[in-house]
């Protein structure tokens, strides 16, 4: 079993949509602060262009596992 985890940074822009980060194979253990403080970076130095505008706030973070088996 092989298991693969992501961690999706969650924003909101100036255009009033949802946008997300993902990076796979977070350091771990993660620690929300580091998290949130790193998110707060984002926001605050405009540092991802995206066509669904400029990024203005962070709503979340999730961490997502997930498994595989090979069949046959």
Same mark, same amino acid.
């Given at each position: 079993?092989?298991?693969?985890?992501?961690?999706?940074?969650?924003?909101?822009?100036?255009?009033?949509?949802?946008?997300?980060?993902?990076?796979?194979?977070?350091?771990?253990?993660?620690?929300? #602060?580091? @998290? =949130?403080?790193?998110?707060? /970076?984002?926001?605050?130095?405009?540092?991802?262009?995206?066509?669904?505008?400029?990024?203005?706030?962070?709503?979340?973070? #999730?961490? @997502? =596992?997930?498994?595989?088996? /090979?069949?046959?």
């Amino acid at each position: 079993m092989a298991g693969k985890v992501t961690l999706q940074l969650q924003f909101l822009t100036d255009q009033n949509k949802k946008v997300r980060v993902n990076i796979p194979n977070p350091k771990q253990p993660l620690e929300s #602060t580091a @998290v =949130q403080q790193a998110m707060d /970076t984002i926001v605050a130095k405009n540092i991802f262009a995206f066509p669904q505008g400029q990024v203005v706030k962070r709503i979340g973070a #999730t961490l @997502v =596992q997930t498994d595989s088996n /090979t069949v046959g």
